[in-house]
């Protein structure tokens, strides 16, 4: 049972144009979400983190949308660059709010994205 | 700030040989875990120390699975028989006691196969 979905396993995108990344979840403990990107024979680099106690986080390109109704969260990248072609991950924590410590996190399958020039 | 480091980056041994990966957290980081993607799927959760104790060890996914976390530094996953389905890519991540204000940092892997 997949509690966190991305259900696009690739995107392709041009150069300057918007990139956006979904992701559905069926937890309604979780309350901390995170995007992580990853690059060939690296580890996932983290991107962006969301509460939620909010529904908008932004950092300079990357901005991420949460939609606690809809259980869903996306993560809008403007302008895209060739640079950012990677491996890009949602992940889900339970109960950080609550507990305020450190809890696993769970992880969708991935988008490759590919920005073309 | 050094970041997480895993040993070794690869490691190719036969069905039924035992492998040891280690991880260096973050100096500092209360939280470690360890994780583990296969056949390009998902990143899926195995372990969660919390300083030397196990907080969650739910994702482990059998006995053959060992993992130890020695005065609550480094730690080391231990895979004792190997199976050809233990291959994959191990990750290990740490993070500070509250990570909703500082995030999980992954190191780079350990890629495992099991021939």
């Known amino acids: 049972d997949q509690q966190v979905k991305q259900n696009s396993p690739s995107l392709s995108v041009q150069e300057g144009r918007i990139s956006i990344l979904n992701c559905d979840y069926t937890n309604s403990m979780f309350d901390y979400f995170l995007w992580y990107k990853k690059y060939p024979a690296e580890g996932p680099t983290f991107l962006i983190s969301?509460?939620?106690?909010?529904d908008k986080n932004e950092d300079g390109r990357f901005t991420v949308f949460l939609n606690k109704s809809a259980k869903h969260l996306s993560l809008h990248i403007v302008p895209s660059q060739p640079g950012d072609s990677a491996v890009y991950f949602c992940a889900a924590s339970a109960n950080i709010l609550i507990t305020g410590g450190g809890n696993k996190l769970t992880f969708g399958t991935g988008t490759q994205l590919k920005v073309e020039l | 700030e050094a970041g997480v480091t895993q040993f070794p980056s690869h490691s190719v041994i036969e069905k039924g040989q035992t492998v040891t990966l280690r991880c260096d957290p973050i100096?500092?980081?209360?939280?470690l875990y360890w994780y583990r993607r296969v056949m390009g799927k998902e990143i899926k959760f195995l372990l969660h120390?919390?300083?030397?104790?196990?907080?969650?060890e739910s994702g482990m996914p059998n006995n053959r699975f060992l993992a130890e976390r020695t005065g609550g530094t480094y730690s080391t996953l231990k895979v004792q028989p190997a199976e050809l389905e233990d291959s994959g890519v191990y990750f290990c991540?740490?993070?500070?006691?509250?990570?909703?204000?500082?995030?999980?940092?992954f190191g780079s892997g350990t890629r495992l196969t099991v021939v």
């Open positions: 120390f919390v300083k030397e104790s196990k907080q969650d």
């Open positions: 100096s500092g980081h209360d939280n």
């Open positions: 991540a740490s993070s500070p006691w509250n990570p909703a204000n500082y995030g999980y940092t």
């Open positions: 969301i509460s939620s106690i909010k």
